[in-house]
Structures are given as C-alpha cells and as structure tokens.
C-alpha cells in the first residue's frame, strides 16, 4: 500500500466531489467532512508483571443527524487517529444508503491483542467504556467488533457500562454472541447481503444467475457466505484466493467447472486461509493470489482487503465481466475506478454492496432493546428486503441521472444526511 495514502483524505475527497454535484450549502460542506465530535483518551491497564501500561484510546463519531452512532471498535497497533476519522464517515454513508436509522461512528485502541493476556484484553475493554460511558449508549452511539476484536470484547464492554449505569443495556452494543443478546444471521449478513444485491443486479442487466460464473479475492467469512447463497441460486465460483501465511504470499485455487464450498471450508482455518496441500489433493489448481482478476467470468466479487483493483491489474480484467461486486472495504482505487466505468462493468459499490453487516447490527439492537429475538429466517428475510431497497433506489438514481453507480450511492446516501441536518436546523 501507498505509505502516504491517508484515508482520511480520501474520504473527504469523495464526499468534496460529492458535495459539488449535491450543490450542498457552505455550511453543509463545512459540518459534514469533519466528524462531529471526537475522543482520544488513554487507558491504564494493570497488566499481568503488576506494572501500569498506558494504552492510547479514540472514538469518532461523524455524524448523527439520522440517529444513534454505530461503528466498530479496531485494536491494532497501528491504528492512526485519521483511520478512525475516515472509517467513521464511511460508517454514515452506509448506514445512510441503506436507510437505517443510525449515524456513523468508529473507535479504535493502539494495541496487539496477540500479545495481551485475556485478562489484560478485559481489562483494556472495561478500561475503554470506562473512558467512553457518557458519550456512547443505545441511544447516542452502539459500538461493535471490528478488526481485532470479537464477541467476547464486546460482552466485557456491554458488562462494564451495566456496573456504570446498575441495570441491563443490551442495546448499548452489537455483535454479542447468540444467545447473550446476539442477532441469529449476523454470521452470513455481510456475504449474503452481497449476494442479494448481486441478485438484483443481475436481475437488472437481464442476465439469469444459473449462466453466470464469478471469481472472488478472498476466503474469509464475507467470501464463504457469499459463495453460499450465490452457489444457492445456481451460480458457480471457479476461483477464490486468500493470504498464505507460511509463505507470506497470496494464493488462488481454481476449479474451472466450479469450486466445492464444503470441502474448502474443511481444509480452511479460521482466517480464511486454505491449505495448499490439501487443496491439491482435491484436485484444485494453485495460481498466484492475482490471477482472481483475469479470469473468464462474468462476475468478480473482492472480499479482501482494500486496494486489490489498480490501474495496474484493472486492464486485465476480462471483456466478459458484466458485474464487480465489492465485498471488501474499499478494494477499488481511484484510477482503477475510472478504468471500471470506462469498460461499461456494473459496479456495486462497497458502502452498499458490504452493508449487509451494519444492517444485521442494527437489527441486534432492535431486538436487544425490545428484549425479543426472531428467527434466522426472519432476519435474513429482513436483510433481503432492505438490501433490495437501497439496491433499486441506488441503481434508480444510476439511471435517471446516467451517472456511475458509485456516484448514485453517494449522492443518495449524502443527501439524506445533509437534509437530516438541515431538517434539525444544525444547517
Ligand atoms: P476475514 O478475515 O474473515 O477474511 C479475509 C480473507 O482475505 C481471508 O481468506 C484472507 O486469507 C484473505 N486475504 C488476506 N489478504 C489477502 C491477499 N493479499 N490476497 C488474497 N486474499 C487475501 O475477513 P472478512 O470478514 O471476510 O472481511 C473481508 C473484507 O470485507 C474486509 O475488507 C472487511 O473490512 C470487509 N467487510 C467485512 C464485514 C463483515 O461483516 N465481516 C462487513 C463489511 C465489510
């Protein structure tokens, strides 16, 4: 990755362009490509050789003209303080552009949890509400695991604002673990998601699920539930990639009349990575992890990681290609983006394509608050319907306006927060 690439930037250069073509008012522009509020805090942990570590905390929260903020909480040791602010304001875009009720927001702490004992991760858990108890809630801003953290951080942290407040807030956080306030369906939302607006997509461009063939970057739990429910509705993957640790390169494994999900996932560890030897022995063949980009299918899905189409690899991409789908968080850049448009492929943009996970979180809360939980069934039946929505609302807007689909996402996500502010008289 580019060391000088601040997401930052990049996010409040989208939303600039993005504000011009809105026509936006001064103040608009002026409140909206800076996050609203912002806490950077320190934590002491007394860690396991009895001496007091001080770790560095942040929350941001971007905007909540809409509703509540949501967003994860990342440990990682180098998170920087733009990050957040970027990740934050990509929050309130997408739960805008689904149309839930929920601002953005994003938090982070500056630790390896590889080398923190469970008992010091708790610790940095508690510590972290601690800091932030007055100023998240379920009714000011619902934190969620993100990278690095998982259902068992987030129960320390819910555990730790009730002994603040003295009763039980199931709602104040998202992405509990079934069965202590979890959502049923939170594990396939994202993957899922993805495939209902592939679906759709599809459906647009009059082109039937059964004869299409797709390639993904990436085996990880968005990549798996993905290829699920798209091998459900009749579509095959003949390729998937994923990082290979022990040689520290990235590896794709093809089958050309069609991967087998199950027998994948019994010989793929818990971070998505596939064993080579295995896979051989399966019949599967071995390319470089950037072959996921060439080959002949009429879909390709990026559930990696960001920056993976460049203007580098974008030109290899095949003329058969009809639809790019993007699981991952900004897997596209912005020179490969313009190489995408010109070639005319249909383009579900990220904050709409991967929103299926936010909108599941919200749907915790609801059920967290209300204290009564529904079915899988019943959850991804909701899924389905507001991943449908803001899919035909977006490619609407793509059409009415002959504009990138990208571009649409933008406008109609942008726009409602804007006018949600302006309808609050902050603009
Ligand atoms: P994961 O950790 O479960 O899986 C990541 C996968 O990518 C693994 O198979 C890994 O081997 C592979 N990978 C890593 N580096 C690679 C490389 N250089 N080349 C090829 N493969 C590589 O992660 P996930 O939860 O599936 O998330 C994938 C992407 O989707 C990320 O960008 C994440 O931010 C985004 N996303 C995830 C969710 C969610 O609910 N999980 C929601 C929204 C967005």
Redesign the pocket.
């Known amino acids: 990755m580019n060391k000088t690439y601040n997401a930052f930037d990049t996010a409040r250069e989208q939303f600039d362009k993005i504000a011009e073509l809105l026509d936006l008012e001064q103040a608009s522009k002026d409140l909206l490509r800076e996050p609203l509020r912002e806490f950077h805090f320190s934590i002491p942990v007394r860690m396991d050789d009895n001496k007091v570590k001080i770790f560095k905390g942040f929350r941001v929260q971007h905007n909540d003209a809409l509703g509540p903020a949501k967003g994860g909480i990342r440990f990682h040791p180098q998170e920087t303080i733009d990050t957040v602010r970027a990740l934050a304001m990509w929050m309130t875009w997408k739960c805008s552009v689904v149309d839930i009720p929920l601002g953005g927001a994003k938090g982070g702490i500056i630790c390896d949890p590889h080398n923190l004992s469970q008992r010091e991760q708790e610790q940095l858990c508690r510590g972290w509400v601690r800091q932030m108890a007055r100023n998240v809630g379920p009714l000011i801003d619902i934190p969620a695991p993100d990278?690095m953290t998982t259902g068992q951080h987030m129960l320390w942290m819910l555990d730790e604002y009730e002994v603040i407040y003295g009763g039980k807030y199931p709602g104040a956080i998202t992405g509990k673990p079934v069965g202590i306030g979890g959502s049923l369906g939170r594990i396939e939302?994202?993957?899922y998601g993805l495939i209902f607006t592939v679906r759709e997509a599809l459906r647009e461009m009059e082109i039937r699920v059964e004869d299409t063939k797709a390639s993904v970057?990436?085996?990880?739990?968005?990549?798996?539930h993905a290829i699920e429910l798209y091998n459900k509705l009749g579509g095959k993957v003949i390729l998937v990639?994923?990082?290979?640790q022990d040689s520290g390169k990235?590896?794709?494994y093809r089958k050309t009349d069609g991967i087998i999900l199950k027998e994948l996932q019994k010989i793929?560890d818990n971070?998505?990575?596939?064993n080579k030897e295995k896979a051989i022995e399966l019949g599967y063949e071995v390319l470089p992890?950037e072959a996921?980009i060439e080959q002949d299918v009429e879909i390709l899905i990026p559930?990696?990681?960001?920056n993976?189409i460049t203007a580098e690899n974008a030109s290899s991409i095949s003329d058969n290609v009809k639809l790019i789908a993007e699981?991952?968080?900004?897997?596209t850049t912005i020179e490969a983006d313009r190489i995408i448009k010109e070639k005319g492929i249909f383009l579900i943009p990220?904050f709409l394509a991967?929103?299926?996970?936010?909108t599941c979180s919200y749907f915790e809360q609801v059920q967290s608050n209300t204290n009564y939980f529904w079915s899988k069934e019943e959850v991804l039946s909701k899924l389905d319907a507001k991943m449908t929505d803001a899919f035909i609302s977006v490619s609407d807007l793509a059409k009415k306006q002959k504009i990138y689909t990208r571009d649409a996402a933008y406008i109609l996500a942008v726009d409602r927060v804007a006018r949600a502010c302006s309808s609050r008289g902050w603009t």
Not at 241 to 244: G, K
């Open positions: 990278v939302a994202t993957g970057q990436g085996f990880g739990n968005v990549a798996q990639s994923c990082w290979d990235s590896r794709a793929t971070f998505g990575g596939i992890g996921w559930a990696a990681l960001e993976s699981g991952a968080n900004g897997p990220d991967n929103a299926g996970g936010v």
